[in-house]
């Protein structure tokens, strides 16, 4: 492994920013930095870096901010070694307000709800601006202090990867899953508009209770499709979703399908977020392999105006020149993968409203295990085992009180 895998790590287009002529109005259309205060600071040498890489829809999806993948990248400059953390989109975690009154979110709406502080306005956005609140979160749950932010939505992550010409995955485990969704079907009723409309009234708040309760009596083909709306909706609305089958060895991607790798988390074989969560980890050592081959600068001088309309970072030039000059060197790095999931430091567990989440073994809103795990698998010491959580799922999340 060559040192230039830290340019995949932070998104090649960012790195490429520095090498190329049009490189700063690249630069300047991606970077969100928040601007320095009292005058000209010297940087202190730093040969460790904690990169949060968030990945999500964009605009016209569904929940377009919503974070459907996020990863944690420890670089070490000074010990020759990369460290991948993949967090699970339903971490509980509990989010600073200005009331001090208790509120939980998933981690994977934390980015969003920092991006529209308005309808939230109780959570202390003042104190944790815009993406402050995400990193906080990542920061509090790792015991990483978070330095930087790469986001790039759906569409920039497709667009990179076809100018890098599609990267080749070492697949790990043949899977199938059947719950994919079609971008731009989410809202289709699939021939069912005439039952739909008889129960549309039931999935809002405000009904009449007994109304509903008639109907699916009359009619209990609609309780049926009510059902499956709010609980199995590949059966209410299949023309919203498509079959995806991936062989294990070594297959080309290119954009939409190494997407479509990287985001299934419904197959009985490889699913779930954790499974999820490997196979990105897998897929970056895959770019990492490409973007060190010959020929890709030439690449992305043409289309650099589009991908800076789908990637921001608060990553500085200094910074990035400092990683760059790691590329020089042709020695070996150490890539490690750190995981963390319901079978080890994490359990399963429901919030009041409903919601599936997960919280640490330990307990709620308790992180010590995860960080001593976090800072064990990065020091690559083996913790020794301890009891697996039990397999019980337990109402003990709570939204807000």
């Known amino acids: 492994m060559k040192k230039a895998f830290i340019v995949a790590i932070v998104f090649f287009a ?36 904690n990169i949060l890489l968030l990945g999500f829809g964009g605009p016209g999806h569904e929940g377009p901010f919503l974070t459907d993948s996020m990863m944690v990248v420890h670089i070490d400059l000074k010990k020759n070694k990369v460290a991948l953390l993949s967090l699970p989109r339903d971490l509980w975690y509990k989010l600073p307000t200005k009331s001090k009154e208790d509120f939980h979110a998933k981690i994977n709406s934390i980015y969003q709800l920092g991006l529209f502080p308005t309808e939230f306005p109780d959570v202390d956005t003042k104190t944790y601006p815009d993406v402050s609140l995400v990193k906080k979160a990542v920061s509090d749950i790792t015991g990483l202090s978070v330095d930087n932010y790469v986001t790039v939505d759906f569409t920039g992550f497709t667009k990179g990867i076809d100018i890098l010409g599609g990267v080749v995955v070492d697949v790990q485990k043949t899977f199938d899953d059947y719950e994919y969704p079609i971008e731009g079907k989410e809202k289709e009723l699939c021939g069912k508009d005439a039952e739909f409309l008889q129960i549309e009234k039931f999935l809002k708040s405000g009904f009449d209770p007994g109304e509903k309760q008639q109907l699916f009596k009359d009619k209990p083909e609609l309780e049926t499709f009510f059902k499956n709306i709010t609980e199995e909706p590949k059966n209410a609305f299949p023309c919203r979703y498509e079959q995806l089958h991936f062989n294990a060895g070594k297959i080309f991607m290119n954009g939409e399908t190494a997407l479509k790798y990287v985001r299934s988390r419904h197959s009985e074989q490889d699913g779930n977020d954790f499974g999820r969560g490997a196979r990105q980890q897998q897929f970056v050592k895959a770019v990492k ?77 308790k992180w010590g295990l995860i960080h001593s795990a976090v800072q064990n698998g990065i020091d690559e010491i083996t913790a020794t085992p301890s009891p697996q959580p039990t397999s019980k799922i337990t109402p003990t999340g709570i939204t807000k009180k």
């Open 289 to 365: 392999d490409k973007a060190i081959s010959l020929g890709i600068i030439t690449r992305i001088i043409p289309l650099l105006d589009e991908l800076k309309k789908h990637i921001q970072t608060d990553i500085s030039v200094d910074d990035m020149k400092k990683m760059m000059g790691e590329v020089k060197d042709a020695g070996a790095y150490k890539i490690i993968s750190v995981h963390m999931s319901d079978k080890d430091y994490l359990k399963n567990s429901y919030s009041d409203d409903g919601q599936y989440i997960l919280i640490s073994r330990e307990g709620e809103d």
């Open 14 to 49: 960012v790195v490429f920013a520095y090498f190329i002529k049009s490189g700063i109005d690249f630069y300047k259309g991606i970077y969100k930095g928040f601007p320095s205060k009292g005058g000209f600071i010297i940087p202190q040498e730093k040969t460790e870096y």
